[in-house]
């Protein structure tokens, strides 16, 4: 099991948060501004709102990808992610 942390900063171009892999990932998300996640291409409309200071736990399944998107502006996205080997 290997664990990751990353601060990414979230823009109105979508963008890959978790990168595909070919085991199961845990991602815990912090947000500091609102933000939309779903799939790499996700838009305002498709994704899942996380408002100001949300804080959600994902799995991510084996051959998936996670992505990120802001409505406006720019803000930050902690991410913590745990491989599970």
Do not use: W
Request: negative net charge; proline residues 1%.
């Amino acid at each position: 099991m290997a664990t990751s942390t990353s601060k990414v900063t979230v823009t109105t171009t979508a963008q890959t948060i978790v990168s595909l892999d070919n085991v199961t990932q845990y991602v815990y998300l912090h947000t500091k501004g609102a933000t939309y996640v779903g799939n790499t291409d996700v838009t305002t409309e498709t994704g899942f709102l996380l408002d100001n200071d949300d804080h959600i736990t994902i799995t991510v399944p084996e051959g998936c990808a996670l992505g990120a998107v802001a409505s406006t502006g720019s803000h930050t996205l902690y991410v913590l992610t745990t491989r599970v080997d």
